[in-house]
């Protein structure tokens, strides 16, 4: 691992700051100081938003190589034309290699299949914009060139790009919708986690009531920020976890192999033509079959 000493005056963002001092993306800044990478004089730091004065540390991890040749993995590519190619993730499929998952991820079969990825983000994550966790499924914006990269991140970051997510949820949600506005940060007990934390960053879901179950809740959730695992944690929360999700919820009672939590629709602007674009991926089977059960219990 590689440590990057430095020194900040706190005249700005420590996430820009990083950024111009070694090269990183602000992207690449964020998500060490979400790993928990980046300390002010000994001190974790939570916020990327934060004017920190003192002692930067940072400490990157071994890069992880993939294969120049790809892998063989079967892609659900929904749309592609020469800017993006949007893409329906089966659950248990991960999106980028990690120190954990070096191969037989997306990106590797995204290598092998697309003839071009956009670079910003590295080697380990060409043509990545955003991500999905692993047992999550659902739609995802790849970028084939630079400049549609950087339009596409620009409309998540400014919320003007829509994600939307489907889940089944523990218990009988009393409203019908509502906001869940609740700082996330990394857990302190277990680093594999996130936790509603006030000094964290800030997250923001929207979620409206599909269907009543009794014991269990259909629901439609909106993004407005996009943290690590955040439908997760604020459905947690909310004391209703995502039904399958045994890091945040409930023993899982359906034999299930991972969350009932899948992105269903994305709408964004295309970088060349300025058009907006809809698209929308139907729920897998798995995930209706224990709705149709549900739906017949309750009948």
Do not use: W
């Amino acid at each position: 691992m590689e440590r990057i000493e430095l020194f900040s005056d706190g005249s700005k963002r420590l996430d820009v700051f990083l950024s111009e001092e070694t090269g990183l993306t602000r992207s690449a800044v964020k998500s060490l100081i979400e790993d928990g990478r980046v300390t002010c004089d000994g001190t974790t730091v939570t916020k990327a938003g934060d004017k920190k004065k003192g002692s930067i540390t940072v400490t990157k991890p071994d890069p992880v190589a993939i294969s120049a040749e790809g892998e063989d993995i079967p892609i659900d590519i929904v749309y592609e034309d020469s800017f993006l190619a949007v893409i329906n993730k089966p659950q248990g499929l991960v999106t980028h290699p990690c120190a954990g998952t070096p191969s037989g991820t997306l990106v590797n079969g995204l290598v092998y299949r697309v003839k071009d990825l956009s670079e910003i983000n590295g080697v380990t994550r060409p043509g990545i914009v955003h991500r999905l966790d692993k047992d999550t499924s659902g739609l995802l914006v790849i970028a084939k060139n630079n400049a549609a990269h950087l339009s596409l991140a620009k409309q998540i970051e400014t919320k003007t790009a829509g994600r939307y997510y489907i889940a089944l949820l523990h218990g009988n949600i009393i409203d019908d919708e509502g906001v869940i506005d609740k700082a996330i940060a990394r857990s302190v007990k277990d680093r594999k986690k996130m936790a509603p934390d006030d000094n964290g960053r800030r997250a923001v879901t929207h979620f409206k009531v599909l269907e009543r179950f009794g014991d269990f809740t259909l629901c439609e959730f909106k993004l407005e920020t996009g943290r690590t695992h955040q439908i997760r944690v604020h459905a947690k929360y909310i004391n209703h976890p995502v039904v399958g999700d045994v890091l945040y919820g409930h023993k899982d009672s359906f034999g299930l192999n991972g969350q009932l939590l899948h992105a269903y629709k994305l709408v964004l602007t295309h970088p060349d033509s300025g058009n907006e674009m809809t698209f929308e991926a139907p729920i897998p089977d798995y995930f209706q079959k224990v709705l149709e059960k549900l739906r017949k219990n309750r009948s």
